[in-house]
């Protein structure tokens, strides 16, 4: 099987997860002499650019019909280790509350494993509409609290919202196909 262009960007998504999450939790204490707003702004820029890579892997695995196994099985994968890394170094750092990210784990951790078992039952329960707003107020959130900004907190309940009701929607739509 040969890496095609929206696989490698997944994988390049995974390699800047860790970058993300060095910069927000070790590199303030290993790196004395560099200000935390650069810290602050060298990590948000990582995530900006994971974040981008993210909406470029399934725009040109669609238009350049480029949709691989590999590919459902990295695009995932990269888009909950890049949010896991910030979110639990945000969380460690004191800038995310620890039960808006645990909710939004949870959430993300229970729906990854039911789309396995709806996969196995031959189902495909594609992302709503729901499920990408919700990921980009996940990415908006993340930004925000990354930036030390006013209303982050806000917005970071606002994707907790977001993130439980597009779970409800995945569970709705599976009960909706077992009715048929």
Known sequence: MSLNLPNALAIFRIALAPVMFYLLVNAPSQLPNIHISWINFFAGFVFVIASVTDFFDGYIARAWDQKTKLGAILDPLADKMLTLA??????MLGRANPWAIYLI???EFFITGFRV??????????????GKVKTVFQMIAIGWLTMQWWGAEILLWVAVALTMYSGYEYIAVYVRAQKH
């Open 105 to 107: 784990l949870i959430r």
């Open 86 to 91: 910030a979110f639990i170094g945000l969380m």
């Open 117 to 130: 078992v709806i996969a196995s039952e031959g189902l495909n329960v594609a992302a709503s509409m729901a």
